[in-house]
């Protein structure tokens, strides 16, 4: 979005939803009692037969997790079955402790959820679905006390605790 000079539109949201509303929510779990200071924005589209010229460039994603501390996923809208988005647990939680939740997108709607969250958007079946994504991150509060693998999958890794040899940024690979 920011190369198509629409970062007004990645501030506007970061510092008037997503920061308020991670505030409330995310604050002790997520953000470690910080701020989110960085965002990146993108639109992205699925649908049966991915086509660039369209902008849908796959049919559905296998599940993952994102590379934010918090992240915005709001349906721009288009006519199209399936595309449901599963949130199926978090990384570094036990798996037993998971329960998935689909959320069926509309246009309008959105979901704000932690970027370790796993996700995934079932296969669209027909018509086009678009979301507009806005990865938020704290470079100056969480990623700037934790290495990132280590924070991500609760491993308690910090920066300077070289004792731990479980990462790559600590004494076995360094």
Not at 17 to 37: A, H, K, N, W, Y
Not at 69 to 94: H, M, P, Y
Request: with cysteine; hydrophobic share 35%; proline share 3%.
């Amino acid at each position: 979005m920011d190369a198509i000079n629409f970062a007004w539109l990645n501030d506007f949201l970061l510092h008037l939803i997503v920061r308020p509303l991670s505030c409330l929510i995310f604050r002790t779990s997520e953000l470690d009692g910080g701020d989110l200071d960085f965002r990146h924005g993108f639109v992205t589209g699925y649908s049966p037969r991915p086509s660039a010229s369209s902008g849908t460039h796959r049919q559905w994603l296998n599940s993952h997790t994102d590379d934010s501390e918090i992240t915005l996923n709001l349906c721009l809208g288009g006519t199209f079955k399936g595309g449901d988005l599963t949130l199926s647990g978090l990384r570094g939680v036990d798996e037993e402790d998971w329960d998935n939740v689909v959320y069926s997108p509309s246009e309008g709607t959105a979901v704000l959820h932690v970027g370790r969250m796993l996700h995934r958007v079932s296969t669209v079946t027909s018509g086009e679905r678009y979301a507009y994504v806005l990865w938020a991150r704290s470079w100056g509060d969480v990623r700037n006390k934790s290495c990132p693998c280590c924070w991500l999958n609760r491993r308690g890794y910090h920066h300077g605790h070289r004792g731990v040899d479980c990462c790559i940024c600590g004494p076995r690979w360094n």
